[in-house]
């Protein structure tokens, strides 16, 4: 009788034990099944993103490479925009295998109004670049072009600079400043040739794309 006593008490023990096992592990698959759900739910990083190498103008001979995002101003500083940059910048620099190159500028600004006045300084030191470039170097000889507003976001301006020196060497650059609310974003795409080797269609797509992604 005592003997089984003894044994129905194991078989009570037994069930419970494997009742909280069951329950536990019921517990730790709903929970393991909520983790991507909170994921996918996640906001989006409040950090501005950068441009891939592949949403650059496409280069006929060679992919694009792309180095950091890195916090502070680049060195050198880039023609034309470079003097009005805060210390608060962060820029990544892109590369091909030949002489095209391009780089994207952003800044996160204290405000909107802030971020507004910033673009429209910025705005004006590309307009009066090619005059500016030539004061300080006489044997340089600087064009530009205005390629007009693009509609994303607050809106981006596009405008290009072409520069021959004395000694021979000629060269195409692209810019465009964007705002989306606070922060402001430069794309600057430059290679040797004139305005006739200017991508220009695809540089306002990567323009467009910039603006779009940042946040």
Known sequence: MGETMQNRTRAVRARGIRTTVAALAAVAGVAAAAVPAAAATAPASDTPRFLEPAELPPHLSSPWYAGAVTAGQPDPLPMCVGDALPSITSHRE??????????????????????????????????????????????????????????????ADVYGIHTASAW????????????????????????????????????????????????
């Open 168 to 215: 021979g060497s000629s060269d195409i650059g692209l810019f465009s400043v964007g705002r989306d609310g606070a922060t402001v974003t430069i794309v600057r795409w430059g290679q040797m040739g004139t305005f006739q080797h200017a991508q220009v269609a695809d540089f306002k797509a990567t323009t467009v794309t910039a603006v779009n992604k940042l946040y």
């Open 94 to 155: 892109y590369w091909t295998e030949f002489d095209t190159n391009a780089q994207q500028l952003t800044v996160e600004g204290r405000s909107e109004q802030w971020a507004k006045d910033f673009a429209a300084l910025l705005r004006k030191d590309l307009a009066g670049c090619a005059k500016k470039l030539m004061q300080q170097d006489p044997h340089i000889t600087a064009t530009q072009k205005y390629y007009g507003r693009l509609n994303v976001e607050e809106g």
